[in-house]
């Protein structure tokens, strides 16, 4: 259950010197450059951070994952590629921690410049579409935490999750759809079916994908 793992109080309480040590003097500087910028939310086995950690090596990102043991597996990761690799994977961490409640307790307002829910389990029976990692209340927290131009990426090989994902994005005021050339200039649109384990999955079975990307704006009212 939930108090198995420790839950920080407000986003000023999340130890940064725990997820990223060799940053930690730019981490310390008080101003948003250096918080937590990418949010991983379901990582699984943390294919996803592992390709954007090198994409984008100044950006500090998380992986939030739910089960502990898939968690450890992912830290152990990045752990064995910093040494590896020195200087590189500084950046990209991961917790262990339920997404769909503390994701206030983690980023503070407008504080997100990217999101990812990459083939999010898919809750079919109607009584648990409120159990769903994207809805219209989950939608409002996601909007709160990104920034205005922030994005957030969603991909499913399940096409029922994917037209719900879509039609809440669609009804949120405050998102809209990124148009067909700017998912072509974006190189992580091209990441979203290829980086992670379950995508490589779907991949290797020839199943089809339903992606939805937008953008947070505000709400012209
Ligand atoms: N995104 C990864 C990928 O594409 O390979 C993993 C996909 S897997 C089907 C869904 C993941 O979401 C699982 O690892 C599961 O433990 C995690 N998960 C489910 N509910 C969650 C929650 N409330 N908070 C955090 N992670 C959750």
Not at 19 to 31: E, F, G, M, S, V
Not at 47 to 58: D, H, R, V
Not at 188 to 200: H, I, P
Request: charged share 20%; glycine share 6%.
């Amino acid at each position: 259950s939930d108090s198995h793992f420790p839950v920080p109080i407000s986003p000023s309480h999340v130890d940064y010197s725990l997820h990223y040590p060799q940053l930690l003097p730019l981490a310390n500087r008080t101003d948003t450059f250096n918080k937590i910028e990418f949010a991983d939310i379901g990582c699984g086995f943390g294919g996803l951070l592992i390709s954007l950690a090198t994409l984008f090596p100044e950006t500090l990102m998380i992986g939030m994952e739910l089960r502990d043991k898939v968690t450890e597996y992912v830290k152990e990761r990045i752990l064995g590629l910093r040494v590896a690799s020195p200087g590189q994977y500084q950046n990209a961490s991961v917790v262990r921690t339920n997404s769909m409640k503390y994701i206030p307790n983690y980023f503070e307002k407008g504080q997100l410049l990217k999101m990812f829910f990459l083939f999010p389990d898919p809750h079919f029976k109607e009584k648990n579409h409120r159990r769903r990692v994207i809805s219209p209340h989950l939608l409002d927290e996601y909007a709160y935490v990104l920034q205005v131009g922030g994005i957030i990426y969603t991909i499913t090989d399940v096409e029922e999750l994917g037209a719900w994902m879509k039609s809440c994005l669609q009804s949120h005021p405050m998102f809209e759809p990124l148009s067909e050339m700017e998912l072509e200039a974006d190189p992580v649109v091209k990441l979203l079916s290829s980086a992670t384990e379950e995508g490589q999955k779907v991949a290797r079975n020839g199943g089809q994908t339903f992606q939805a990307v937008f953008r947070r704006i505000t709400p012209s009212s």
